[in-house]
């Protein structure tokens, strides 16, 4: 750590830089960075737990 002038601190650590893809590359027409695997448990889920609504709510309906 070294002290500037104006009594601020500066740190000497470096910092980390990420590449990040370009659009083209991340967002493709499928939604491939979902495997096949994690869309079945999702679906399935969803399907559950709007079946489950659908159960609390016959009466209303």
């Known amino acids: 750590m070294k002290r500037i002038a104006d009594g601020t601190k ?6 980390k830089v990420y590449a990040v893809p370009r659009g083209s590359q991340f ?7 979902l495997s096949f ?4 448990y999702l ?3 969803a399907a559950k737990f709007t079946y489950a609504i659908a159960f609390l709510c016959r009466k209303y309906f």
């Open 27 to 33: 967002f493709k027409d499928k939604p491939t960075w």
């Open 10 to 15: 500066q740190y000497k650590k470096r910092q």
């Open 37 to 40: 695997e994690l869309m079945q």
């Open 43 to 45: 679906v399935f889920h």
